[in-house]
């Protein structure tokens, strides 16, 4: 039997599109092997979204060759997309793809020989055909990601991805309902929606949004949950907010990237809205989902970002008392409009700023935690820990009770007692 082994760096879609993979290459009579074993064939699945992601990309494609000379190595994803040439240039790589024909990929692999040669990167600027591929089976029995837009029309100056993805495409809302009853059938309670940019799904189409996939996902009777992944923020207008209100299935977390809480940085960024509009997105969330957990992302170091803009920034950060942040330092973008910027801010002020951030994301989510203290929650439980076992509420908290239960995969009431790095601690009642 042939085995194939696969690497996914990146993002929920890219992993997703790798569970996809090793399906196409399971039905083939393929074998999944684990990336660290010898197999027939390696697949890395690569990111680009920063530089570092670039840098860990080319790593895990040399060391593929390294494990079985004689193995076929494909590589695809975003930085395969974007950067064709440098992967072509790595020794041992038989075939580059791209972001698209994932869909055709163990037919490519078992035509190729570990001699094989070829580049076959699609200008993806030129896709407007969502590419469909479905994911039965998944390891953990507790949530199952379904993948329902690609592609992204936004360019903010410092991303790389409408590149690497091209222009938004919607997936066919019924394929998509298909897939839900499909997982719920198959015993999956919590389903994730999951895109690169999921707020665009069903411009394309223009008869579907994302709203309504949601109120019909909440109407599978088998589905406990729907969760949402990093959605834009300017989506989130007053008749959105009040129409997925009506989904009770509906994870209370939201992630809405942030970026910046300065409107000069965010200007500059090009991400089409201000810290005050953000504020009232904010604001109607938590009105129509009091529990929820509001998470972000923030960029610090941005070109031209001042010290006063960097105050400004952490000042807006702090009055939004997010759930949890995750803080990352600008990283040129070769192919970018802000790789060319002017001013760009040293490594060392980034690592100043990036620690000035950490202190005030910490007190807030600790205060964020603490205001559950003393209700009951429930919980999908998913695995034992040290004597506790594990699970998530619906607003993303990270709950531990201690049981003697076999609780994996099931759904419990908890009393939480107490709030502690990063996660809550009760029992189970």
């Known amino acids: 039997?042939?085995?194939?082994?696969?690497?996914?760096?990146?993002?929920?879609?890219?992993?997703?599109?790798?569970?996809?993979?090793?399906?196409?290459?399971?039905?083939?009579?393929?074998?999944?092997?684990?990336?660290?074993?010898?197999?027939?064939?390696?697949?890395?699945?690569?990111?680009?979204?920063?530089?570092?992601?670039?840098?860990?990309?080319?790593?895990?494609?040399?060391?593929?060759?390294?494990?079985?000379?004689?193995?076929?190595?494909?590589?695809?994803?975003?930085?395969?997309?974007?950067?064709?040439?440098?992967?072509?240039?790595?020794?041992?790589?038989?075939?580059?793809?791209?972001?698209?024909?994932?869909?055709?990929?163990?037919?490519?692999?078992?035509?190729?020989?570990?001699?094989?040669?070829?580049?076959?990167?699609?200008?993806?600027?030129?896709?407007?055909?969502?590419?469909?591929?479905?994911?039965?089976?998944?390891?953990?029995?507790?949530?199952?990601?379904?993948?329902?837009?690609?592609?992204?029309?936004?360019?903010?100056?410092?991303?790389?991805?409408?590149?690497?993805?091209?222009?938004?495409?919607?997936?066919?809302?019924?394929?998509?309902?298909?897939?839900?009853?499909?997982?719920?059938?198959?015993?999956?309670?919590e389903i994730i929606l999951v895109g690169i940019h999921i707020a665009s799904y069903g411009l394309d189409l223009k008869t579907t949004s994302l709203a309504d996939i949601i109120l019909k996902i909440n109407e599978i009777d088998k589905i406990k949950r729907i969760r949402l992944s990093s959605i834009e923020p300017m989506t989130l207008n007053s008749s959105f907010i009040e129409k997925i209100s009506k989904a009770d299935k509906l994870c209370r977390h939201f992630h809405l990237s942030l970026q910046s809480g300065c409107a000069a940085t965010l200007e500059r960024m090009n991400r089409r809205y201000t810290p005050q509009e953000y504020e009232a997105i904010v604001n109607s969330i938590r009105e129509h989902f009091p529990d929820a957990a509001i998470t972000t992302d923030v960029m610090v170091g941005f070109p031209g970002e001042t010290d006063a803009e960097f105050a400004e920034s952490i000042n807006f950060v702090d009055k939004m008392k997010f759930a949890y942040t995750h803080i990352f330092q600008y990283s040129p973008r070769p192919g970018t409009p802000a790789a060319g910027y002017p001013d760009q801010v040293s490594p060392e002020v980034k690592e100043k700023r990036s620690k000035a951030l950490e202190l005030i994301l910490e007190k807030n989510a600790q205060a964020f935690l603490e205001r559950f203290v003393g209700q009951t929650m429930t919980v999908l439980f998913e695995q034992r820990v040290n004597g506790y076992y594990e699970g998530k509420t619906s607003n993303y908290i990270n709950v531990f009770a201690p049981s003697d239960e076999e609780l994996s995969f099931e759904y419990r009431d908890v009393l939480i007692e107490r709030a502690e790095r990063g996660a809550v601690y009760g029992h189970i009642v």
């Open 1 to 189: 039997m042939k085995t194939v082994a696969f690497c996914t760096l990146g993002c929920k879609v890219n992993q997703y599109e790798t569970e996809a993979m090793a399906e196409l290459f399971k039905k083939r009579g393929y074998a999944v092997a684990d990336f660290s074993e010898p197999a027939d064939v390696y697949v890395i699945n690569t990111c680009s979204v920063t530089s570092m992601s670039d840098r860990k990309s080319r790593r895990m494609i040399r060391r593929a060759k390294k494990q079985n000379s004689g193995a076929v190595v494909i590589v695809c994803g975003c930085y395969a997309q974007v950067a064709p040439e440098d992967v072509m240039s790595i020794d041992g790589v038989n075939l580059v793809i791209g972001t698209k024909d994932k869909s055709k990929i163990a037919d490519e692999a078992d035509r190729l020989t570990s001699e094989s040669r070829e580049s076959a990167v699609f200008d993806i600027s030129k896709n407007h055909e969502f590419e469909k591929m479905t994911v039965s089976h998944y390891d953990s029995m507790t949530r199952a990601y379904i993948k329902v837009q690609d592609g992204c029309s936004q360019f903010c100056t410092y991303c790389i991805i409408p590149y690497a993805r091209g222009p938004i495409r919607s997936r066919d809302p019924e394929d998509v309902i298909r897939e839900a009853r499909r997982l719920a059938e198959d015993g999956f309670t």
